[in-house]
């Protein structure tokens, strides 16, 4: 089983909380505002890192990196992009994707809302790992970790790394 950390919306912050619990992964996935190169290279010297640019990340970020991440991970399709939407409500350019593709697993972040749920209409796992950065209207930080193993999704747990722009010692 390959285990993966899933985060998004970090915006040039990279929290303590995080790579701690992404320990036992093989692969970092980020969702888009990263925010800077740096917190780019951090995550990429720690594990392998696919990533997709989002709304607020400039000219160097989308060089490295693309709008949509179309691979496969251990038999399952995934689709990754920064502005997603939600099951019912995809903008027309992802229904064209989802439509043309078939993921098994839809991930965007931009929101900064955690949700994790399944759409039949689609027959996929959609997941927007929330927000993990100290900009936005989010109250607190999350992440996701999971394992994917013969095409499914496996083990999917939510980490709450705290309240936005606190530290855990901070918060006592």
Known sequence: MKRIGLLSDTHGYLHPGILPHFDACDEVWHAGDIGSSELADQLEAFRPLRAVYGNIDGQPLRVRYQEDLH???EGLKVYMTHIGGY???YPARIKK????????L???GHSHILKIMPDPGFSLLHINPGACGREGFHKVCTVVRFGVEDG???ELEV???GLRGRLPEEMI
């Open 159 to 161: 980490i709450e790394l």
């Open 71 to 73: 691979f496969n991970c």
């Open 106 to 108: 839809f991930i965007c």
């Open 97 to 104: 994707a989802l439509t043309m593709e078939r993921p098994g």
């Open 87 to 89: 099951p019912g409500k």
């Open 152 to 154: 499914r999704v496996k």
